[in-house]
């Protein structure tokens, strides 16, 4: 995928963070755009700033939907499909964490952790396998963490999603490499988000930046078809001393 032009790229939890980094740089590559999200008026908000510029907004559609449910998952699939004609590129990008330790954390809390961040990557995978493999070739990248090998007090239920994804990424990437589709999971590390712990707040210069997390996929998508990066880790390059 040299050029994106003419290729349809999903990316959920598009609205903000790493996901809208993500949306903008593929829509700058000339990628037609599909970012999914939760909040209507982040969705709105998001979709202004990546259409701001450009010749042609109708390339980037925002479309509430939430991972955790399948027949949302499917909707945001068809609607891509119906709007660009075909699917590319997946991204599951949306995420979710609650920092609490087992014995405080409820089971609502687990559920909502365990089927964003894994459930919901089935579900998107799922909706999305057929039109990428009717399309012969394609990409879905997950985004996952750090966390998932390097667990932490209080990130149990968040690092067991991340690991399962791992599993599950490098799982489906053997099933589907011979239809032309190549699985990739990018775990960035220390992240300047408001989801991570600090946020953006200032003494936070040293994480990556979400931009830096985009460029990663750009180079990914543009590798040769007969190569695989199937895991890609990415951290800040020099992190507090301790």
């Known amino acids: 995928m040299a050029s994106l032009h003419g290729k349809c790229a999903i990316v959920t939890g598009g609205s903000r ?31 202004a700033s ?12 925002a479309v509430r939907a939430d991972v955790r449910d399948p027949a949302d ?7 891509a499909v119906d709007r660009f004609g075909g699917l590319d590129i997946l991204v599951n990008n949306a995420g979710t964490a609650v920092m609490r330790d087992v014995a405080s954390m409820t089971i ?15 579900y998107c995978c799922h909706a999305a396998l057929p039109h990428l ?6 990409w879905i990248i997950n985004i996952s963490s750090l966390g998932a090998r390097n667990t932490f007090v ?20 053997q099933e589907v490499r011979h239809d032309g589709i190549r699985v990739t999971t990018v775990s960035p590390g220390s992240v300047r988000t408001g989801f991570s712990s600090g946020g953006d707040a200032p003494g936070t210069e040293w994480k990556l930046s979400p931009d830096d ?15 695989l990066p199937s895991a890609v880790d990415i951290r800040p390059a020099r992190p507090p001393k301790k």
């Open 17 to 47: 963070g790493i996901g809208l980094s993500i949306a903008r740089a593929l829509a700058d590559e000339g990628a037609d755009v599909v970012i999914s999200g939760t909040d209507q008026a982040r969705l709105d908000q998001a979709h």
């Open 73 to 79: 998952a499917a909707h945001l699939v068809g609607v």
């Open 213 to 227: 997390v985009a460029r990663v996929v750009i180079d990914l998508l543009n590798h040769p078809a007969r190569s």
């Open 108 to 122: 609502d809390e687990w559920r909502r952790i365990i089927d964003t961040n894994l459930s919901g990557v089935f």
């Open 133 to 138: 493999k009717a399309r012969g070739a394609g």
């Open 50 to 61: 990546l259409t701001a510029g450009r010749g042609d907004s109708l390339r980037v559609v």
């Open 154 to 173: 209080g990130g149990a239920a968040y690092c067991a999603s991340k690991a399962g994804l791992n599993a599950f990424g490098e799982a489906m990437m």
